[in-house]
């Protein structure tokens, strides 16, 4: 069999395996693959087709994953921290370092002052985070 038919079968069953296990390990030997295979256009030693594969394998596993991981964490939030982080809302009791409600989407929430500052009923507050069932919030 050709080195560049065999390499792009490799890369195809790479990516279905991908397909099946979505956690863009599979993806990087797919890319080694189709690149290597290209490659074996002009470079015909097998042994430095496996070497060439290898690295790129590794290279694109070092800096390709972390960047396409992070694109896809930014894209996929939910939970708290889409809804609820970063929202303002107003508060229905007194909010200190210790105790304190706010209201939001009809539901309430335990707050706690970030700062440790006093925030006053009625006021607005931003929350920040959260930890458990308490919501960390700020004056706006």
């Known amino acids: 069999m050709v080195a560049w038919n065999f ?21 990087n030997f797919a890319l080694a693959s189709f690149i290597t295979a290209g490659i ?23 800096f390709l994953r972390p960047v396409i991981m992070k694109k896809l964490s930014k894209t996929n939030e939910t939970g708290i921290k889409s809804k609820y982080i970063d929202q303002i809302v107003k508060v229905d009791t007194e909010i200190t370092s210790t105790s304190g409600v706010i209201s939001i989407y009809g539901e309430r929430w335990e707050a ?17 985070r959260n930890e458990s069932l308490i919501m960390y919030v700020v004056q706006v």
């Open 7 to 27: 390499l792009a079968i490799c890369g195809i069953s790479f990516l279905i395996l991908e397909m099946f296990t979505p956690s863009m390990f599979f993806l």
């Open 40 to 62: 074996s256009f002009w470079v015909k030693n097998p042994y430095i087709l496996a070497v060439i594969f290898f690295i790129l394998s590794f290279v694109s596993f070092i």
């Open 112 to 128: 706690r002052s970030e700062n440790g500052a006093t925030i006053s009923k009625g006021s607005e507050v931003k929350i920040v």
